[in-house]
């Protein structure tokens, strides 16, 4: 009873001494060692992909990257294995090189991504042009449409090449006229690197 008395009439005895509670171990926006682990784990799968990306590329682009030797070395022995799982071993030996090594993946993706553009491009032009072509031959009159938009057209020998490849359109060919002539409009819309023209008449036959 004499604990309860001096609670009621007497000062209080400080309360013990207590801490706030500590933070959960492995809270998920903090950088605890969960955390960062799955973000090496990330890292690696994401060097791993860049890694595969470099193996499938054409030799020519390839060759124009910068990269470590050590990296290149790994790249093209990854290119002779034909067999999955000797492949996929050696990517993940890829991944790890790319972390080793001074490589800085950004730039890499960077220089992929415009040849990556490049080829997009390059591919609507094609496009492009087929279609120009077709249009051309199926109806003359547009040819002061597509020197409208390509003004260098005016420069070229579009006229006579026009001619020829609708002369050989007739007589139901696709030689050398009409060859020159998809040529020389892929050329004119790659030279202005402005794709795709003409789908706006697309469905007047429709």
Known sequence: GGGRGVGRGGALPPPPLSLPPPPPPHAPDDDAPGASKSQRKRDMHALQALGERLVELPASQFERLELPPELVDAITLARRITAR?????????????????????????????????RHRLETAVMHAAERWRDALIEAPDRLAECVGEHPAAAGRNLHALLRSARAEHARQQRGRHYRDLYR????LLLADAAPPPPDRHADDDA
Do not use: H, S, T
């Open 85 to 117: 799982e000797g492949r996929r071993r050696q990517l993940q030996y890829v991944g790890k090189v790319m972390r080793r090594a001074d490589v800085d993946p950004d730039a890499i993706r960077a220089q992929l991504d415009v040849d990556d553009a």
């Open 184 to 187: 020389e409009l892929r050329a």
